[in-house]
């Protein structure tokens, strides 16, 4: 974890700014390993010049500015980033509020008023397509062109591929909406994650054997439906675990929940948060013809995913915390 990981928001006094920061600048949606790679260039630039280095970003996420009625699946809320942020060794992060002002804003004005004035940044790592400012007229050329007049230095990082695959946020989220962990995994770094508080529901599975937790996950997650091994994580507990995703069509078919069965666990979690990591996918959602069918096949999920999960010991991602 990093000690003393601070946010920077728009309200922040510009005294409380460190001056001279090494800054990565990007939506960080998941914080995959092509983020990772700009978060990395501006460590190494901050300690080759002795500056702290933080993680420009914003929120909003611009899509939903820009596309209020469109659906967006994020792949992390701002907390789940900005925690993922603050385990990567950056000394915090600046938030910006993306609002029509700042939607407005030229890229050259960005440059000069937020990222100059108002930050005293020493230098920037960006990723080969990221823009900016008014149109996305600001690009990572326009930025290494305008370096040498600023004083600045800029790192622009190149796309990540795996498999011939390049790594992006979209990919991501086409993964999981395929039920692809593993790629999903690879992309990321580590685990894909929720967390939420844990919910009274309908009581079932404890009729059936397997008492469950709970919780609701955003309405536009994309995440498809289907029985999951997961690892779970409270406070700085970790416990293995089976967990359904999807609408319980042998019973409702109902609102989208996601049902975790938390094994050799005792106790009540009702009101606790808890961060769910996907570790394998086992099959897609069914509806069965009666109870009994399914405490059978709940029974094999439940074996599946205790062996997925010893295939992989500690898979978690690796939070910070955010001060």
């Known amino acids: 974890m990093t000690p003393g990981f601070t946010v920077i928001r728009d309200t922040t006094p510009a005294t409380a700014i460190p001056e001279g920061t090494v800054v990565a600048m990007g939506n960080f949606d998941g914080v995959h ?3 990772r790679a700009v978060i990395a260039a501006a460590l190494q630039m901050g ?3 002795g500056r702290p280095a933080l993680a420009v970003t914003f929120e909003p996420h611009p899509r939903r500015f820009f596309s209020p009625n469109t659906p967006q699946f994020r792949l992390t809320d701002e907390t789940a980033k900005l925690r993922l942020l603050a385990g990567t060794g950056l000394a915090g992060a600046v938030v910006m509020t993306f609002d029509r002002a700042r939607a407005e804003t030229t890229a050259q004005d960005f440059v ?8 005293g940044i020493s230098g920037i790592a960006v990723g080969y397509d990221f823009h900016f400012g008014k149109g996305r007229v600001g690009s990572p050329s326009l930025l290494v062109n305008e370096a040498p007049r600023l004083g600045i230095e800029v790192d622009v990082q190149p796309h990540v591929d795996i498999a011939e695959r390049p790594v992006s946020s979209s990919a991501i989220r086409m993964a999981l909406a395929e039920g692809q962990i593993e790629d999903a995994t690879a ?4 685990p894909w994650f929720v967390s939420g508080e844990v919910i009274h529901g309908e009581k079932r599975g404890r009729d059936l054997g397997f008492p469950t937790a709970n919780i609701r996950l955003d309405k536009n997650c994309g995440l498809k439906h289907g029985i999951y091994a997961v690892r779970v994580g409270r406070g700085s507990e970790r416990f ?5 995703f999807g609408r319980r069509p042998t019973f409702d078919n109902g609102a989208s929940l996601l049902e975790v069965f938390l094994f050799d666990f005792k106790g009540d979690l009702y009101g606790q948060m808890l961060d769910v990591a996907f570790i394998g996918f086992i099959r897609e959602e069914s509806k069965f013809d009666s109870a009994e069918a399914l405490v059978r096949q709940m029974d094999d999920d439940s074996a599946r995913a205790r062996a997925a999960l010893a295939a992989a010991p500690g ?9």
């Open 33 to 35: 390993l092509g983020h």
């Open 47 to 49: 300690r080759a010049h």
């Open 112 to 119: 000069h008023h937020d990222l100059i004035e108002r930050l």
């Open 187 to 190: 992309m990321l770094g580590g």
């Open 240 to 244: 293995d675990a089976v967990a359904s």
């Open 315 to 323: 898979a978690f991602p690796k939070l910070g915390v955010v001060g």
